[in-house]
């Protein structure tokens, strides 16, 4: 059985229909803010056409419309029933999988407890995090949130807000009162963008729907460091202004690294000594020892002088300044002309490939 339902409304780019199936996410984020909705209509309406052996797509282009096409086996058959004819268990693509098929080997990172009265949020939160090596567990609301934290000891607890009969902000404030619970993290995943009222009561972490999965396993990452990407240490956040220190902190822990954070080179060089990071970000004008200075104390030790340093400074390098950092960093940003993506992404490629020194 197929059947189209067509509009002729403003269309859609490539771009933005590449994004129309995928969970917490809308063709514009406008949308959102203007209509409402969560981003999940069509794609729980693949995942019943997918589970019915079926699928749903759709073609459109700016100015001329939308058309989605709805094709469905005339007789469904149960996979679980041990056959394999009817819709075919594999055209279930993620949702079904096929009848009789190895499954995979199951995650054994940290355990995510996520609680949500929605249980099309569990399999979608599910699926998106053990692909990131998490095991999960869900709880279908308040009580049983707590409860469930109780007997599992989670790593982590991400907690919805808008929930009956008891909201998240209660469940937070029962965990954090909790003393076999409080040093459990918890990250609010919600609709309600009220960080504030969150980081106040105990949360660890928010993230706003519709969800960015990747921001989301980030969060998750920087609270159970052995989950961390390439897991293996820190990155060390060197620089005077603690404001610079904040911004850079928080866009490495977004792309999943664990931070610490040093004032000036005498304290960045006690915690390299101390504990030697994955990588550091230097800024060069500091008080006392400054960046220089720890480029050379690095540079007189074998067992730091490969660490990756990538260097974030305000400073008018002259030439030779750069004859100096030649040979002794991976990378200088200019403080302002890069976004704190770039240093994530910078970060990222001299931890994979680090410039020997």
């Known amino acids: 059985v197929t059947f189209r339902v067509t509009d002729t409304g403003i269309g859609m780019t490539p771009d933005q229909l590449g994004k129309l199936f995928q969970p917490f996410s809308q063709a514009d984020a406008s949308t959102t803010r203007k209509y409402g909705g969560t981003g999940l209509g069509l794609a729980i309406s693949r995942h019943f056409c997918r589970m019915m052996g079926g699928d749903v797509e759709a073609t459109s282009g700016p100015g001329r419309g939308s ?7 005339a ?3 149960d996979p679980k029933a041990g056959g394999t004819g009817g819709g075919g268990a594999g055209d279930g693509g993620d949702v079904a999988g096929a009848a009789g098929a190895t499954a ?25 995090l053990t692909k990131d090596g998490f095991r999960v567990e869900s709880a279908g609301g308040g009580d049983e949130g707590v409860r469930r934290a109780r007997e599992l000891r989670p790593d982590v607890i991400t907690l919805d807000v808008m929930m ?12 954090k009162a909790d003393p076999d619970l409080a040093d459990v993290p918890v990250v609010m995943v919600t609709m309600l963008d009220d960080k504030q009222i969150g980081f106040s009561l105990g949360a660890s ?11 989301l396993a980030g969060v998750l990452r920087r609270l159970t460091p052995g989950a961390a990407e390439g897991a293996g240490g820190h990155v060390l956040v060197v620089d005077d202004d603690a404001n610079h220190r904040a911004m850079q902190r928080r866009a490495l822990e977004r792309a999943g690294y664990p931070v610490a954070e040093a004032a000036d080179g005498e304290a960045a060089l ?12 230097l800024d060069l004008l500091m008080p006392g020892t400054d960046g220089f200075g720890v480029l050379a104390a690095l540079r007189t030790d074998p067992a730091l002088r490969a660490i990756p340093v990538v260097v974030v400074t305000g400073r008018d390098l002259s030439s030779t300044d750069r004859d100096a950092l030649r040979g002794q960093v991976d990378k200088v940003l200019q403080k302002g002309g890069h976004s704190l993506d770039d240093l994530a992404a910078t970060v990222k490629a001299a931890v994979a490939a680090p410039t020997a020194k």
Do not use: C, N
Request: no cysteine; glycine share 4%.
């Open 205 to 215: 972490g928010y993230v706003v729907k519709p969800v960015d999965f990747d921001k």
């Open 67 to 73: 058309t989605f096409e709805v094709r469905l086996p």
């Open 164 to 175: 009956p009969q008891k909201d998240g902000w209660r469940v937070l404030h029962e965990l």
């Open 75 to 77: 007789v469904v058959t």
């Open 270 to 281: 006690a915690a390299i000594r101390q504990s030697p990071p994955r990588a550091i970000v």
């Open 104 to 128: 995979a080997p199951a995650p054994t990172g940290p355990l995510i407890l996520v609680v949500d009265d929605d249980p099309v949020v569990h399999d979608l939160m599910r699926r998106a």
